[in-house]
């Protein structure tokens, strides 16, 4: 019974961590969705008003968001896009391939 209980949480983490791992790779390899058309529906949002130019305050804009580690991107000359939280899963899947590499370790060594 030992045996077969192992043998089903090893398929069963491989049927997790495969299509899981398509996915996030997927998501890390697209561009950041394009900032929403009207912000002001949002939760959190700020209206600023300043005299610098809008290529200079969307660039400011990038600065401040690469250095809080966001993906940015540009979808047009008016907006800037980004994104984060992509650690927290790249870390669950390599929890889940070291705890599979630990259930073959042990069936090795038991072999």
Not at 19 to 27: E, G, M, Q, W
Not at 71 to 93: C, I, P, Q
Request: with cysteine; glycine share 6%; hydrophobic share 45%.
């Amino acid at each position: 019974w030992f045996s077969a209980i192992y043998l089903l949480l090893f398929i069963s983490l491989v049927g997790c961590i495969v299509p899981r791992t398509r996915v996030h790779l997927a998501a890390l390899r697209a561009k950041p969705p394009r900032a929403p058309a009207r912000p002001e529906r949002l939760e959190q949002h700020a209206t600023l008003t300043t005299t610098a130019p809008p290529e200079e305050v969307l660039a400011a804009a990038r600065e401040v968001l690469k250095g809080r580690r966001f993906r940015t991107h540009s979808h047009d000359d008016a907006s800037v896009s980004a994104e984060s939280g992509y650690l927290r899963e790249t870390g669950n899947l390599v929890f889940h391939l070291a705890l599979t590499g630990i259930i073959v370790g042990m069936a090795v060594g038991h072999l």
